[in-house]
DNA sequence: ACCTGAACACCGTTCAAGT
DNA sequence: ACCTGAACACCGTTCAAGT
């Protein structure tokens, strides 16, 4: 009908045929849609629709929709590096460093729900191998290690220890975290103090397992 | 057609209009679905196939399909607790029970993925309160609760190091599961171990926390 | 190379109707 | 009280067709 406006210098083209840049238009606007709704509310149809193209347009950039959450996930991870970079850096202490890295990982979840999950559940990694991916959680987890290795470093320990003490945080902070987002908490935790208190001390308890091993 | 054959007395009726016990059977069929297959394969209308009854029965029981996961997460629970009491039993020390408490809930973790993720995840306890659920997650939590009490019991500690430890070991074999269960472990575990030794190397470091409590 | 539109098989849920 | 059947609005995905 009124849609016969169309020159060839468009200062704002309100459709053109190609969108130029679908791929990430379509991760930012499955980021926002995790943000603003839960999970589940996230459906190639909808991110399509809320960018104002065709419902199947998104297919020739992902293949499915795992793809599309495989993107997602791969940009969570990189936004998490940064952020865990930075909490890090800002410690002086080797114990300092390795609180950091687990609380940026508690942090992170708690302030991203949705992206926390899918970037660790099982929709995604268990589903598929991508190498993209793959390299942003190792840079990711890395820190951690760097950061368990600083503090049990030049104790004699060997790599087998390491692996352990890595592995010991992360399971900690991911219990931690899960616990708290998923509201399991009922029985166990006093609901009323803050959740990153709570962290705090079951970190606690889990480094002082680590000067355990130190000590042996 | 040939449905004629309905005497009083059927042995194997073979589809009544009323199914008499409706509600577990579904249960029972997510059950199987979820066994069988991962979550995401659990539909109303596929567990009521699968029992020969119509698409929307279930919901004269369930309401709605969380109210199915409810019923599947409060069995699972259940089940879940019996098998956490038959293997603390199995122990004799203090810290074998304590032990035996946390193995229980990684290997339930490892047998049953999709029904412990039901579970434990996003998709039913942080959207719902129910009061038969609520009651078999305490009873499971519970029989940790003791053991963690009488691991540390008689050392002058007070009822929030009970909490902390407590929660410290709960999160601790939460997190193990669940990455275990990812294949987050790309980075960190060398995968050709069996999970429940790497698990039982992650437990020992929090008993070292633990420990550490103790003496404090 | 990139995108649309119609179509298919699946959902959860509602609602009137059957037993 | 318990169950069916048709209908609605949503999915993901395929496939032929458009630019």
Redesign the pocket.
């Known amino acids: 009908m009124s849609e016969v406006v169309e020159p060839s210098a468009d200062p704002i083209p309100s ?9 990430e238009a379509m991760v930012e606007s499955a980021l926002a849609l995790l943000e603003a709704n839960g999970p589940g ?9 809320d960018i ?17 959450l495989v993107a997602v996930a791969t940009e969570g991870f990189r936004r998490f590096h940064s952020f865990r970079k930075a909490r890090i850096a800002e410690a002086h202490t080797t114990e300092g460093r390795l609180r950091a890295a687990m609380m940026a990982y508690v942090e992170f979840g708690l302030a991203h729900p949705a992206l926390f999950r899918l970037m660790t559940g099982p929709e995604v990694r268990s589903k598929v191998r991508d190498e993209a991916l793959e390299a942003a959680v190792r840079d990711a987890l890395g820190l951690l290690r760097d950061c368990i290795a600083e503090y049990l470093g030049g104790r004699g320990l060997g790599e087998d220890d390491m692996h352990r003490a890595a592995l010991s945080a992360w399971a900690t902070s991911h219990g931690i975290v899960t616990i708290l987002l998923d509201r399991q908490d009922s029985p166990l935790v006093e609901s009323r103090r803050p959740p990153q208190e709570i962290a705090e001390e079951i970190i606690g308890v889990l480094i002082g397992g680590l000067g355990a091993m130190r000590a042996a």
Do not use: D
């Not at 459709?15 to 791929?23: A, K, V």
């Open positions: 459709r053109p045929y190609h969108h130029g840049n679908l791929r509310e996230l459906s190639l149809r909808r991110a399509a629709r104002g193209v065709s419902q199947t347009a998104p297919l020739y950039h992902f293949g499915n929709k795992l793809g599309l």
